[in-house]
Protein backbone atom coordinates (compact mmCIF):
# COMPACT_ATOMS: atom_id res chain seq x y z
CA UNK A 1 0.00 0.00 0.00
CA UNK A 2 2.60 2.70 -1.14
CA UNK A 3 -0.07 4.62 -2.25
CA UNK A 4 -1.17 5.40 1.49
CA UNK A 5 -0.13 7.22 4.15
CA UNK A 6 -2.05 5.10 6.65
CA UNK A 7 -3.47 1.51 6.10
CA UNK A 8 -5.48 0.05 9.09
CA UNK A 9 -5.84 -3.47 7.36
CA UNK A 10 -8.71 -5.56 9.95
CA UNK A 11 -7.95 -4.37 12.82
CA UNK A 12 -9.13 -5.40 16.29
CA UNK A 13 -8.53 -1.99 19.00
CA UNK A 14 -6.93 -3.03 22.42
CA UNK A 15 -9.59 -2.54 24.76
CA UNK A 16 -12.11 -0.34 22.53
CA UNK A 17 -15.23 -1.86 22.65
CA UNK A 18 -16.97 0.95 20.60
CA UNK A 19 -14.97 0.63 17.72
CA UNK A 20 -15.69 -2.16 14.81
CA UNK A 21 -13.94 -5.27 15.18
CA UNK A 22 -12.59 -5.76 12.76
CA UNK A 23 -11.86 -2.10 11.33
CA UNK A 24 -9.82 -1.49 8.13
CA UNK A 25 -9.27 2.36 7.03
CA UNK A 26 -6.71 3.27 4.28
CA UNK A 27 -6.02 7.00 4.10
CA UNK A 28 -4.24 8.23 0.76
CA UNK A 29 -0.63 9.88 0.84
CA UNK A 30 -2.44 13.64 0.58
CA UNK A 31 -5.96 12.67 1.96
CA UNK A 32 -7.86 14.35 5.09
CA UNK A 33 -10.72 11.79 6.62
CA UNK A 34 -12.63 12.84 9.26
CA UNK A 35 -14.27 10.81 12.12
CA UNK A 36 -17.22 12.09 13.89
CA UNK A 37 -19.09 11.31 17.40
CA UNK A 38 -16.22 10.29 19.07
CA UNK A 39 -15.18 11.95 22.35
CA UNK A 40 -11.25 11.79 23.39
CA UNK A 41 -11.54 8.92 25.41
CA UNK A 42 -13.08 7.04 22.33
CA UNK A 43 -10.68 8.21 20.47
CA UNK A 44 -7.27 7.36 22.26
CA UNK A 45 -7.05 3.73 21.38
CA UNK A 46 -7.70 4.46 17.72
CA UNK A 47 -4.80 7.19 17.46
CA UNK A 48 -2.18 5.24 19.51
CA UNK A 49 -2.23 2.12 17.27
CA UNK A 50 -2.79 4.52 13.92
CA UNK A 51 0.88 5.98 15.42
CA UNK A 52 2.50 3.24 15.79
CA UNK A 53 2.72 3.77 20.00
CA UNK A 54 0.42 0.09 20.59
CA UNK A 55 -0.17 -2.65 18.53
CA UNK A 56 -3.20 -3.78 17.59
CA UNK A 57 -4.78 -6.72 18.97
CA UNK A 58 -5.52 -8.54 15.75
CA UNK A 59 -4.38 -7.19 12.20
CA UNK A 60 -1.83 -5.07 10.61
CA UNK A 61 -0.89 -1.47 10.14
CA UNK A 62 1.10 0.03 7.42
CA UNK A 63 2.50 3.37 6.87
CA UNK A 64 3.67 4.37 3.72
CA UNK A 65 3.95 0.66 3.12
CA UNK A 66 5.67 -0.13 6.19
CA UNK A 67 4.87 -2.79 8.90
CA UNK A 68 5.45 -0.51 12.40
CA UNK A 69 6.02 -4.22 13.81
CA UNK A 70 8.90 -5.38 11.99
CA UNK A 71 11.03 -1.93 12.18
CA UNK A 72 14.38 -1.85 13.58
CA UNK A 73 13.92 0.67 16.45
CA UNK A 74 16.03 2.98 15.05
CA UNK A 75 13.83 3.03 11.35
CA UNK A 76 10.72 2.74 14.16
CA UNK A 77 11.90 6.23 15.36
CA UNK A 78 12.15 7.69 11.89
CA UNK A 79 8.39 6.51 11.25
CA UNK A 80 7.04 8.18 14.11
CA UNK A 81 9.01 11.26 13.65
CA UNK A 82 7.18 11.57 10.08
CA UNK A 83 3.96 11.68 11.92
CA UNK A 84 2.31 14.32 14.80
CA UNK A 85 0.11 13.25 17.29
CA UNK A 86 -2.37 15.70 18.87
CA UNK A 87 -4.29 14.11 21.73
CA UNK A 88 -5.65 16.22 25.06
CA UNK A 89 -2.88 13.64 27.02
CA UNK A 90 0.00 15.33 24.88
CA UNK A 91 1.85 17.68 27.57
CA UNK A 92 3.92 20.74 27.27
CA UNK A 93 7.07 20.20 29.74
CA UNK A 94 6.24 23.00 32.59
CA UNK A 95 9.85 23.69 33.28
CA UNK A 96 10.26 24.99 29.79
CA UNK A 97 8.83 28.25 27.95
CA UNK A 98 6.34 27.70 25.21
CA UNK A 99 9.42 28.47 22.82
CA UNK A 100 11.21 26.12 24.47
CA UNK A 101 8.54 23.04 24.26
CA UNK A 102 7.86 24.89 20.66
CA UNK A 103 11.33 23.84 19.07
CA UNK A 104 12.20 21.30 21.02
CA UNK A 105 11.98 18.07 18.34
CA UNK A 106 14.37 20.57 15.67
CA UNK A 107 16.96 21.68 18.51
CA UNK A 108 16.92 18.35 19.70
CA UNK A 109 17.49 16.68 15.95
CA UNK A 110 19.51 19.80 14.42
CA UNK A 111 21.62 21.02 17.44
CA UNK A 112 20.29 24.30 17.02
CA UNK A 113 19.06 27.18 18.99
CA UNK A 114 15.80 27.53 19.72
CA UNK A 115 15.75 30.91 17.41
CA UNK A 116 17.04 29.18 14.70
CA UNK A 117 14.67 26.49 15.02
CA UNK A 118 11.86 28.77 15.08
CA UNK A 119 12.93 31.46 12.09
CA UNK A 120 11.95 28.96 9.72
CA UNK A 121 8.34 28.87 10.83
CA UNK A 122 7.86 32.65 11.97
CA UNK A 123 4.34 32.35 9.76
CA UNK A 124 3.06 29.67 11.42
CA UNK A 125 3.83 30.91 14.98
CA UNK A 126 2.08 34.08 13.78
CA UNK A 127 -1.04 32.26 12.20
CA UNK A 128 -1.49 30.50 15.58
CA UNK A 129 -0.94 34.29 17.87
CA UNK A 130 1.71 32.56 19.80
CA UNK A 131 4.62 35.17 18.99
CA UNK A 132 3.34 37.22 22.10
CA UNK A 133 3.60 34.43 24.68
CA UNK A 134 6.81 32.58 23.72
CA UNK A 135 8.82 33.44 26.76
CA UNK A 136 5.79 32.71 29.08
CA UNK A 137 5.50 28.67 30.40
CA UNK A 138 2.65 26.73 29.85
CA UNK A 139 1.34 27.18 33.66
CA UNK A 140 0.83 31.07 33.00
CA UNK A 141 -1.50 30.58 29.85
CA UNK A 142 -5.09 30.13 28.61
CA UNK A 143 -6.12 26.71 27.69
CA UNK A 144 -6.40 27.44 24.64
CA UNK A 145 -3.18 29.16 23.50
CA UNK A 146 -1.10 25.84 25.28
CA UNK A 147 -3.58 23.68 22.69
CA UNK A 148 -2.13 26.66 20.23
CA UNK A 149 1.47 25.56 21.87
CA UNK A 150 0.88 21.96 21.27
CA UNK A 151 0.24 22.21 17.65
CA UNK A 152 2.74 24.65 16.60
CA UNK A 153 5.27 21.77 18.43
CA UNK A 154 3.82 18.80 16.07
CA UNK A 155 4.03 20.88 13.17
CA UNK A 156 7.15 22.38 12.99
CA UNK A 157 8.35 18.72 13.17
CA UNK A 158 6.90 18.43 9.76
CA UNK A 159 5.14 16.11 9.68
CA UNK A 160 3.43 13.76 6.26
CA UNK A 161 0.53 12.59 8.61
CA UNK A 162 -1.36 13.85 11.65
CA UNK A 163 -3.59 12.41 13.46
CA UNK A 164 -5.51 14.49 15.63
CA UNK A 165 -8.75 14.86 18.26
CA UNK A 166 -10.00 17.83 18.20
CA UNK A 167 -11.76 19.29 21.63
CA UNK A 168 -12.23 22.31 23.68
CA UNK A 169 -10.27 25.68 21.57
CA UNK A 170 -9.97 23.32 18.23
CA UNK A 171 -13.48 22.09 18.18
CA UNK A 172 -14.97 25.58 18.54
CA UNK A 173 -14.07 29.21 18.99
CA UNK A 174 -10.01 28.30 17.92
CA UNK A 175 -11.68 25.97 15.00
CA UNK A 176 -11.06 28.85 11.97
CA UNK A 177 -8.02 29.42 13.01
CA UNK A 178 -6.71 25.87 12.87
CA UNK A 179 -8.15 25.53 9.64
CA UNK A 180 -6.33 28.14 7.96
CA UNK A 181 -3.49 26.73 9.46
CA UNK A 182 -3.78 23.03 7.90
CA UNK A 183 -5.65 24.60 4.45
CA UNK A 184 -1.64 25.83 3.94
CA UNK A 185 -0.33 23.24 5.97
CA UNK A 186 -1.47 20.12 3.90
CA UNK A 187 -0.99 20.85 0.06
CA UNK A 188 2.42 22.70 1.59
CA UNK A 189 4.22 19.01 2.96
CA UNK A 190 1.66 16.64 0.73
CA UNK A 191 0.53 15.89 3.95
CA UNK A 192 -2.75 12.78 5.35
CA UNK A 193 -4.71 14.09 8.37
CA UNK A 194 -6.98 12.10 10.32
CA UNK A 195 -8.78 14.36 12.21
CA UNK A 196 -12.08 12.39 15.02
CA UNK A 197 -14.29 14.90 17.49
CA UNK A 198 -17.37 14.75 18.59
CA UNK A 199 -18.68 17.47 15.93
CA UNK A 200 -16.04 18.52 13.22
CA UNK A 201 -17.96 21.03 11.06
CA UNK A 202 -16.02 23.42 10.91
CA UNK A 203 -13.40 21.52 9.51
CA UNK A 204 -15.54 19.85 6.45
CA UNK A 205 -13.74 22.21 4.17
CA UNK A 206 -10.72 20.26 5.14
CA UNK A 207 -12.03 16.66 4.28
CA UNK A 208 -12.53 14.19 1.49
CA UNK A 209 -14.07 11.43 3.53
CA UNK A 210 -16.86 12.01 6.51
CA UNK A 211 -17.49 9.31 8.60
CA UNK A 212 -19.36 9.29 11.93
CA UNK A 213 -19.02 6.25 14.22
CA UNK A 214 -22.26 4.98 15.60
CA UNK A 215 -23.26 1.73 17.01
CA UNK A 216 -19.72 0.21 16.40
CA UNK A 217 -19.76 1.33 12.65
CA UNK A 218 -18.29 3.93 11.21
CA UNK A 219 -21.24 5.14 8.49
CA UNK A 220 -19.73 7.27 5.20
CA UNK A 221 -21.29 10.93 5.61
CA UNK A 222 -21.52 12.94 2.28
CA UNK A 223 -19.51 16.17 2.43
CA UNK A 224 -22.48 18.70 1.31
CA UNK A 225 -20.74 21.41 -1.68
CA UNK A 226 -17.81 19.54 -1.48
CA UNK A 227 -15.61 20.02 -4.57
CA UNK A 228 -14.26 16.81 -6.42
CA UNK A 229 -10.19 16.35 -5.09
CA UNK A 230 -7.82 17.03 -8.65
CA UNK A 231 -6.66 13.37 -9.95
CA UNK A 232 -3.26 12.92 -9.22
CA UNK A 233 -0.66 10.45 -10.54
CA UNK A 234 0.08 8.53 -7.68
CA UNK A 235 -3.49 7.34 -7.01
CA UNK A 236 -4.93 4.43 -8.77
CA UNK A 237 -7.75 5.36 -11.08
CA UNK A 238 -10.14 2.60 -9.32
Known amino acids: MLHHALDLEAITLPAAPAWPAPLSLAVALDEVVLIEGVEPVLAEPLLEVAAALKSPVTGQVRHWGLD?????????YRLRSRMAYISPRQVLLSHLSLGEN???????????????????????????????????????????IYSRAVWAREL????????AVLTGFQAAAGAPMLVAVLEEYLP???????????????????????????????????????????????????
Not at 70 to 75: A, G, I, M, V
Not at 156 to 163: A, D, G, H, R, V
Open 102 to 144: IALVPCYRQGCSEAEALAPHVGLLEHLKLQAHLDQLPAQVSAG
Open 156 to 163: LKEPELIL
Open 68 to 76: AETLPREDL
Open 188 to 238: RYVAAAVLLGESLEPYYPLGQRLLTLKERQLLKKPLADHRARPLTDHLPLV
